[in-house]
Nanobody, 124 residues
Framework: QVQLVESGGGLVQAGGSLRLSCTNS????????MGWFRQAPGKEREFVAA????????LYADSVKGRFTISSTNAKNTVLLQMNSLKPEDTAVYYC?????????????????WGQGTQVTVSS
């Protein structure tokens, strides 16, 4: 059983930074990818970033490249999302997701496990 719990959301001014954390308190897999998605009010959930432990690769949405950095811990159970130069349009509920596959994927249907989400609000 995979159990994902996000933390680190909050309110920040435009141009500021936040760091989100997602911890998997359940089982992990030899081939394993974790990702971040977000959903703004009235919009569909969209891909933000993903990281593959087995491949050591990362994947980013164009809208966050150069501003957000996804990383993982050696324990293979925590993924971080460092968000810099935040913009009001980054305001959303951010969800952590996991899949027992080697390669990162930007499609939400590719992920089997989801956290409950954490709110990020960026004021102008």
């Amino acid at each position: 059983q995979v159990q994902l719990v996000e933390s680190g959301g909050g309110l920040v001014q435009a141009g500021g930074s936040l760091r989100l954390s997602c911890t998997n308190s359940g089982r992990t897999f030899r081939r394993y990818t974790m990702g971040w998605f977000r959903q703004a009010p009235g919009k569909e959930r969209e891909f933000v970033a993903a990281i593959s432990w087995s491949e050591g690769s990362t994947l980013y949405a164009d809208s966050v490249k150069g501003r957000f950095t996804i990383s993982s811990t050696n324990a293979k159970n925590t993924v971080l999302l460092q968000m810099n130069s935040l913009k009001p349009e980054d305001t959303a509920v951010y969800y952590c997701a996991a899949r027992p596959q080697a390669y990162s994927d930007s499609s939400q249907v590719a992920y089997d496990y989801w956290g409950q989400g954490t709110q990020v609000t960026v004021s102008s």
